[in-house]
């Protein structure tokens, strides 16, 4: 009986197909286990691939970064370098417009210890009046001769004590050309004082020297020498000024007199 019943039990009871016990599946059970499995695939997959992306963007910004950094350096190197190369440039033509200075002044000195000068002298008489004029002298001081024709000019002035010299050559003056002048040659010649419009020499008057000894004029010469030597031209102007009059505490305007002594290059200037 009860074999009979295990039987009939085991009979009625559903078999799996697979042999594995009471798990069954049907087709669309299967179906859908294998697209759930391969949908997390797929999303394991989607997150794998955003993952390198994630990781590749970074590499990339890493790498923007450190290029940008480069670029920055290069580009401060580059302006530095630039820098220096302005700075030294700079320091460059300083030192040559320094040598270039140094050799003008070193042809400069050698020019004014080689060249000719022409000393003009004039010296008015301290004490005694020159009635009718007196001597200028020209002097060769320099190291070399003048040469061409040399020129020169002389006047002399009797002015109120308040006036001041005019520096006129225009008429009314002495003058003298001659030729060449040697290192230490020396040479005289007369400046006429109240020269008359036709050129003729006349004598201080009674009332003019009685003026002068009064203290209410003074007597101004001045004059000027052109000439020319081995390194062009030059010129040298003096001028020179007394009172006759015995009053220590007499103020003259003579002041531009002595201002207008000086030497230069080039054609003389000319009032």
Known sequence: MTKANNSKGQKGRPQSKTGGGDCRFSEADR?????????EKNAHQDDQYRRRQI?????????????????????????????????????????????????????????????????????????????????ARVTNIGKTPAVGAIHGLAKIEILD????????????????EFAMMFPNDSRDF??????????????????????????KTYLAVYGMISYKDNFGMHWTRACRWNSYSPDPELMIQARPCVSWNAAGDGPPPMN
């Open 190 to 215: 007369p400046v006429e004082l109240n020269l008359g419009a036709d050129g003729s020499r006349q004598m201080l008057s009674e009332a003019e020297i009685l003026d002068l000894k009064n203290g």
């Open 55 to 135: 990781d590749i963007e970074e590499a990339q910004v890493t790498i923007n970064g450190r290029i940008a950094r480069y670029t920055l350096i290069l580009t401060l190197l580059g302006f530095i370098g630039n820098a220096a190369s302005i700075i030294s440039a700079i320091a460059a033509k300083k030192s040559a417009d320094v040598a270039t200075g140094a050799l003008d002044v070193a042809r400069a000195s050698e020019q004014a210890d080689r060249r000719a000068w022409l000393k003009l002298t004039l010296d008015l008489p301290a004490s005694d009046i020159p009635l009718s004029g007196m001597l």
């Open 31 to 39: 179906k859908g286990g294998e697209c759930k499995a391969q949908s």
């Open 161 to 176: 004590i308040n006036s001041e010299p005019s520096f006129n050559f225009r008429r009314n003056n002495s003058n003298i």
